[in-house]
């Protein structure tokens, strides 16, 4: 653990423990974030200059914004939620603003689609041994009329 000090105002030093490792290691193979969640958060600053990300910050926020784009929002929406209605006053800590709009904002999944009744194909039209009339049955054979007249004789 390192020890940081800044200074704040004129006079006053305030010492901060700084827990994170100089450097961030690479994210081992296969845990890297989405190509999209990255590029939407690394093109925050082309349109609003105070929301300027650290490589790390934008690693570290990449998995929240992949939760909304699992969640079926596009990458513009994700986006146009991020930028609109920024505060007029400099924003201090982009990142810890982002997380926060990122989590308090999350849309909840989409519902599963109801599954409504299993479409039944009917049967396939057939030409009556009769009268040469169509009908639908699932085998050849004779019309309904022609059955009903053969039966009769």
């Not at 961030?24 to 990255?38: F, H, L, M, S």
């Not at 784009?69 to 400099?90: F, I, M």
């Not at 308090?104 to 009769?130: E, S």
Request: charge should be positive.
């Amino acid at each position: 653990m390192t020890r940081t000090i800044s200074y704040n105002k004129p006079g006053h030093a305030a010492v901060r423990a700084n827990t994170e490792p100089a450097s961030r290691p690479a994210p081992p193979p296969g845990r890297e974030a989405p190509r999209t969640a990255v590029d939407l958060l690394a093109g925050l600053r082309a349109h609003d200059s105070r929301l300027l990300l650290a490589e790390r910050d934008v690693h570290r926020l990449a998995p929240a914004v992949s939760a909304w784009l699992e969640r079926g929002v596009p990458p513009t929406a994700v986006q146009r939620t991020l930028t609109n209605g920024l505060p007029k006053d400099p924003i201090q800590h982009p990142a810890a603003f982002l997380a926060h709009r990122l989590e308090a904002l999350l849309p909840p999944p989409l519902p599963t689609p109801a599954r409504g009744p299993t479409f039944i194909p009917p049967a396939p039209l057939q030409t009556c041994d009769g009268c040469d009339r169509a009908f639908r049955a699932p085998e050849p054979g004779r019309c309904r009329d022609c059955r009903m007249s053969f039966t009769a004789a």
